[in-house]
């Protein structure tokens, strides 16, 4: 599996997978254990949840997948920003890592920007990660500001990534964010990058894929990781789509291909405020 840098050096893998609405549905558990051990046998470690995903169910279905193997993910969650206090952060850290049969997250992320100050959640991130509970930690959704404001507390140039929405249609960050986050060698974490699906109907991509004999999953997530320093989590319920989404690290998009999606989904000329899912 392709990895990226962090900025102490170590690596993480380029392709996880994404687990939101997933443990919600009795009917559709069977088959996503299948897809997330399968994303394990297929070398996609990376495996990013949330104690706000059905509220631990998406942890827990995560939890009965890789028992046994848990030294083969590279396990991500994030803690609600109301609970992200001095104290409430080593509390909801504790409860995510009962519900994923573990002692230890490999990265632990603030789910967004709330009333508590971001002293607060560091000041917790740190005791966790010195308490051997979390290896890394990091953001999401923060825009420049906000990230700016992360980096220059004492301990924030610590940040392993910011994960954010990032996809062909959403390519505002590429203006200011992205930037930013490059010039640190902190990689970013694109979420939703097949824009929940919708970005699959979208007919300019229905029709480059068709030109180019590929489908329009392979086009979408091959332009982001095409960029050597982003990590990508599409999600997926089904090993189908899976092994699809896996095309795109095993048969890159040529820069050829890259410079028509760019053409084809320009991004903004001018910076436009981060968007949330
Ligand atoms: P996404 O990954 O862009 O899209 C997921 C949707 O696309 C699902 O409906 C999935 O359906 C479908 N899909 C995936 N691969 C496909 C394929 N090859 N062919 C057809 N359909 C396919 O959206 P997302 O779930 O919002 O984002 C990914 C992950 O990022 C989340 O699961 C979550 O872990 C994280 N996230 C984080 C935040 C945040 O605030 N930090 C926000 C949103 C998301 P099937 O399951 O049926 O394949």
Not at 41 to 49: A, H, N, P, Y
Not at 62 to 78: M, N, Q, T
Not at 258 to 271: G, K, N, T, V
């Amino acid at each position: 599996m392709r990895t990226v840098r962090l900025p102490d050096g170590n690596s993480l893998p380029a392709l996880g997978l994404g687990t939101w609405n997933m443990g919600d549905a009795p009917a559709r558990r069977e088959e996503e254990i299948a897809t997330i051990r399968l994303a394990l046998d297929l070398g996609v470690r990376l495996i990013d949840t949330a104690e706000m995903y059905g509220e631990g169910q998406s942890e827990s279905l995560i939890g009965a997948a890789i028992a046994g193997r848990r030294d083969e993910a590279f396990l991500v969650s994030k803690v609600y920003p109301h609970n992200a206090s001095r104290r409430g952060a080593i509390a909801a850290c504790e409860r995510s890592l009962k519900r994923l049969g573990t002692d230890h997250l490999d990265l632990y992320l603030l789910h967004w920007r709330g009333a508590v100050a971001l002293e607060e959640t560091l000041e917790a991130f740190l005791r966790l990660q010195a308490a051997g509970k979390i290896c890394y930690f990091g953001v999401s959704n923060l825009d420049l500001d906000d990230m700016q404001a992360w980096y220059a507390l004492t301990g924030g140039d610590g940040v392993a990534t910011d994960q954010v929405l990032y996809n062909l249609t959403r390519r505002g960050i590429e203006l200011d964010l992205l930037p930013w986050l490059r010039a640190r060698h902190i990689p970013l974490m694109a979420y939703s990058p097949v824009e929940q699906g919708r970005l699959l109907r979208e007919p300019r991509l229905i029709d480059f894929a068709h030109r180019h004999g590929i489908s329009p999953a392979h086009a979408a997530l091959g332009w982001l990781l095409a960029q050597e320093d982003l990590i990508v989590i599409p999600k997926t319920s089904r090993r189908a789509h899976l092994r699809e989404n896996l095309h795109a690290l095993e048969a890159p998009l040529s820069p050829a291909q890259c410079a028509e999606l760019d053409a084809l989904f320009p991004a903004p000329r001018q910076p436009v405020p981060l968007a949330m899912l």
